[in-house]
């Protein structure tokens, strides 16, 4: 749990993914068309990934990917940053961590 809660920390966004999670791709292209740019820890790439998954689910995550973090906060899955998204709750989230344009 240490390992994720300081990767989870390290940036204002990060997400915990599998390469092969269509979900997590859903997340990855939310964050890209709202102008953020998180940092992504594959875990299915890392040789500690289940460990990984098991602390991911020990903080709550209904699912242990996508786990979505901002500012340290665990946010949740893509049912929960989808109804933030569609609450109008996300956008204020990101806005510190959102790309000048």
């Known amino acids: 749990m240490d390992k994720v809660m300081r990767l989870a920390s390290e940036k204002g966004v990060v997400l915990f993914s599998k390469s092969s999670c269509c979900l997590c791709y859903a997340v990855k292209i939310l964050f890209q068309e709202l102008g953020v740019t998180p940092m992504i820890h594959e875990i299915d790439q890392d040789p500690e990934g ?9 903080l709550g995550c209904n699912a242990p990917v996508p786990a979505v973090f901002i500012g340290g906060k665990l946010v949740g899955s893509t049912n929960e940053v989808m109804s933030l998204h569609l609450g109008g709750g996300l956008i204020p989230l990101l806005k510190p961590y959102q790309a000048l344009c």
């Open 50 to 58: 289940r460990e990984m998954e098991k602390a991911l689910m020990r």
